[in-house]
């Protein structure tokens, strides 16, 4: 295993310190924990908007937290869920009066741990916590960490549209209700070239030959639908596409999010992404606004996702909203 | 060799393709050449800045192209020098009557083309093209493909400090005075764990063993100054740190920049910046700001470089000015 490491074991802590370190303007980390929150967290009158999970998923979801995107962002040992003592110490520090809302990725460990976090938060004084799950990876039902879909790229327009909202400052229905539009119109599907190498372990998570690829992978390495040959990157994108268009069923204006795995260069996306937009023409779309690049990984995984969001006027006003979260920019 | 590709002779030209249909509010690319310009240029009275290279080292330099930043950017064959035909069209769709300011990273080629293309854009009707070369690579005089140091990540914040400063109306001895001052100003130095695999070679660009890294590594495999054992990576933050403060020798406000070489992901950029900023702190030196993530890279090359530039009111105002260009986000 080659990494730029120290001891494996405190590597979450030290990339918090490091994230911490490289937005000191925006963030701050909560004491004796893994948990980064907005510098003027809570702010008064505001909804909370706060998310969390496995580390390794690098800028997920740190690097989301920002004015007009996230309040709080719990960072989990590598591939693991945040403690729900951490979930509950950031939903009360995120905290402002008026709600505070989570946005779940689809897995067994966050759901649960959320769902404990949210009773603890309440019971400390937290008025409402609510709770969204996002499940957009259209590769398959059940998995390895969970039941129904997973919880991918997607979850990233949850936070743009939910975080903009919030700090216009709409009531914690109201933002509900955007952040489910949002799971209701989104879908993405990922692959792998490569299996990524976890710290602790320091061996690949899983075994892939060097002719072949995965289609459908999770984030984590779980299995996807179909282990194949290499193949060139515009069969990728093209599958990819239209198995997210077959579920999403967009019909005009899209927002559409070519994702790195960690591991594979911005170059390699976009050829990918060349391909996704022609397919987005010929079937009458508009693609609004393209993301490329790395936004929710699988440590140095190589691979892509495609996600499509289907967008109305209010989705692409939120999406354009200013943020100074550092991993994403608006148009 | 497993990478996201179609034949890999056509790389460059389909992800310029698929850089601009990502960024079609923003950029266009000019007929039968692999440039990117703004879809606004020429901008009329407005200093010109361009820039280009090889490419393999995406979002270098086509996502910096946006209002507030590059006008174009030229895109060369992987690893290869954009030929001075191209270059000179590109000085040519983005002279707006105030005359193009080239940035330049110090490798012969590009040196040599840009010259060229320089005197042909004047042949062609353009009244002023200047010209400035980054040599910020603090780690070897000299080396595979150049004489003098080599242009590395610093030249991103030239794009950023001549592109604002050109937005706002400056002449070009103005423009020119900027880039000259950042270039003074700032320092790089890189490493590697793994070699970079270019698309028509299909084979690692050089050997290096599963216990060993490369200290000052050139963004094309260019060697460095030392080949060691793996070590952790405070190790590593140190002597790139410290190798760019001595030659650098910042005194206050420092912008810094912890690159990633494409392989490598954020999550082990933050583990090295952590280290890297107590450094500056310890040298009583104030981070005014930092970039962490893939800038400049070389294709899918697992390592890191780390960038400071010593900073005064002017650069810092300038840094800090909006631009569209989607690679590059302002505090």
Redesign the interface.
Known sequence: M?????DPSE?VD??????V?????HTRRLDDTNVIVRNDAPVSGKVGVVSGGG??H??THA?FVGEGMLDGAAAGEVFTSPTADELSEMIQACDGGAGVLCVVKNYEGDVMNFDTAAEMAELSGVDTVEQVVVNDDVAVEDSTYTSGRRGVQGTIFVHKCAGALAERGADIEEVVRVAEKVIDNVGSMGMA??SCVTPEKGEPTFDID?DE?EIGIGIHGEPGVERTE?V???A?AERLTNEVLDDVQPSGEVAVM?NGM?????????????TV??LLVDNGLA?W??????YM?S??M???SVTILDLDEELMELLDSPT?A??F?T?
């Open positions: 080659k990494k730029l490491l120290n590597m030290e990339m918090v310190d490091g994230i370190a490289a937005y000191p303007d580390s390794g690098e800028p690097g070239l490569t060097d690829i290499l060139e990157a515009d990728i070519v960690g591991g594979t260069p911005q170059s390699e996306l976009f050829v990918v992404n060349r937009q022609e693609p606004n393209t993301w490329v690049g790395n990984t440590l140095d190589a691979g892509c100074t550092p991993a920019k148009k």
